[in-house]
């Protein structure tokens, strides 16, 4: 059973280029994680937002949780080919024993 | 830190061997995620410990998995008899006090069974 679901699922843009990938579910998030995979590499950590309608910026990139906490979205202001990778939204739920959900990921390519 | 450090980096064995793969995690972690990822399913949560004992093996896909942390700087992931649908790339991760702190993955492991 898919948890999480992230749009899209692929994505490849020009550098300069904006963008945006979304992570959502059907349940409320206890908090919730966005990571960065590099090819060959393990996820690094990019912010953690844990109230609703919370927003974080980190250079270029701004994210947002839902007003619900049931989603999210990550958005780069002008993309540049460092920015490729695999991006991934990880889940918490206190509430039931501490699990960890991660999305099914957004493979970004940034072409110079 | 080094960081989390996992060996080997890579593994190529055939199908029925036994495989084991090592992790230490980052000084001072009380948590130790194991994860497997492929292309199929996603970066999946196999198990998880909270000061050496296992708290969520859920995610364990059948008896063949087993894992250890038989102290707090060192973990295993086991895998006996090894089949090819085994082939991913294994992640152990670790954080301080859980849910909300950052995990630190290590860089994988890359299993290939033949």
């Known amino acids: 059973t898919q948890l999480l679901e992230q749009s899209p699922q692929f994505l490849s843009i020009q550098e300069g280029e904006n963008l945006t990938v979304y992570c959502n579910s059907s349940?409320?998030?206890?908090?919730l994680q966005w990571y960065r995979q590099e090819p060959g590499e393990g996820p690094v950590l990019l912010v953690t937002?844990?109230?609703?309608?919370e927003v974080k910026k980190l250079k270029r990139l701004t994210f947002q949780f839902g007003d619900a906490r049931k989603d999210s979205s990550l958005h780069i202001t002008a993309a540049q080919p460092g920015d490729t990778g695999l991006y991934l939204c990880?889940?918490?739920?206190?509430?039931?024993?501490?699990?960890?959900?991660f999305g099914t990921g957004t493979s970004l390519t940034v072409i110079p | 830190d080094a960081g989390v450090i996992q060996s080997p980096r890579h593994e190529v064995t055939e199908m029925g061997q036994e495989v084991t793969l090592r992790c230490k995690p980052i000084?001072?972690?009380?948590?130790l995620f194991w994860y497997r990822q492929t292309m199929m399913r996603g970066l999946e949560l196999l198990i998880y410990?909270?000061?050496?004992?296992?708290?969520?093996d859920s995610g364990m896909p059948e008896d063949r998995f087993s894992a250890k942390m038989p102290n707090a700087s060192f973990s295993t992931l086991k895998i006996q008899p090894s089949e090819p649908r085994d082939s991913a790339v294994y992640f152990c991760?670790?954080?301080?006090?859980?849910?909300?702190?950052?995990?630190?993955f290590g860089p994988g492991t890359r299993l290939l069974v033949l």
């Open positions: 937002v844990v109230t609703g309608g």
């Open positions: 349940s409320v998030f206890s908090s």
């Open positions: 991760a670790s954080s301080s006090l859980g849910l909300e702190e950052t995990q630190y």
């Open positions: 410990f909270n000061n050496n004992v296992p708290i969520d």
């Open positions: 000084s001072g972690h009380d948590y």
């Open positions: 990880l889940k918490g739920e206190r509430n039931t024993g501490n699990q960890f959900y």
